[in-house]
C-alpha cells in the first residue's frame, strides 16, 4: 500500500477517534480497569417533590436505557479504529482481510478507514 494513501488513511482514523472519544465523553466515562472500555453513565437528575422524583427517576431510567446501544456502537467504531492505528503504526497488515487475507480495495478503505475485513467476508 502507498505511503501516502496509509498517511491520510492515518489521519482520517485520529480524527474520527479524537470525535468519537469527545462524543463519547459526554454521556460515558473511560474504565479505569479496562483500556479502551468506555462505561455509560447514569444520570442524576436533582429531586422535587415526591411525583416529581418519580417522574425523574423514570427519566432517569429511560435515559440511561437509550445511552447504552450508543456507547456500544461507539465502543465498537472506536475499538476497530484503533485496531486500524495499531497495524499502520506497526507497518503490517492495514488493508489486509483478517478472515480471507485479500487485500481490501481501496475504495472500501476510504469509505470505510477503520475495515477489518473485505466486503465478501464482511457479508458472510
Same mark, same amino acid.
Given at each position: 500500500m502507498k505511503k501516502d494513501f496509509l498517511d491520510k488513511q492515518k489521519q482520517k +482514523?485520529?480524527?474520527t477517534k479524537q470525535a468519537l472519544e469527545r462524543g463519547l465523553s459526554n454521556?460515558?466515562? /473511560?474504565d479505569p480497569q479496562l483500556k479502551h472500555d468506555w462505561d455509560t453513565i447514569y444520570p442524576n437528575?436533582?429531586?422535587?417533590?415526591? &411525583?416529581?422524583? !418519580?417522574?425523574?427517576?423514570?427519566?432517569?431510567?429511560?435515559e440511561y436505557e437509550r445511552s447504552l446501544p450508543i456507547e456500544y &456502537? +461507539?465502543?465498537i467504531k472506536l475499538r476497530n479504529i484503533n485496531?486500524? !492505528?495499531? /497495524?499502520? /503504526?506497526k507497518g503490517m497488515g492495514y488493508g489486509i482481510c483478517e478472515k480471507c487475507q485479500q487485500e481490501i480495495p481501496e475504495q472500501r478503505l476510504?469509505?470505510?478507514?477503520?475495515a477489518r475485513f473485505c466486503m465478501k467476508c464482511q457479508n458472510k
Open positions: +482514523l485520529e480524527q454521556f460515558a466515562a /473511560k437528575y436533582s429531586r422535587g417533590t415526591e &411525583n416529581e422524583g !418519580l417522574e425523574a427517576e423514570a427519566d432517569e431510567v429511560e &456502537n +461507539l465502543e485496531i486500524a !492505528l495499531e /497495524k499502520i /503504526k476510504e469509505a470505510c478507514p477503520e
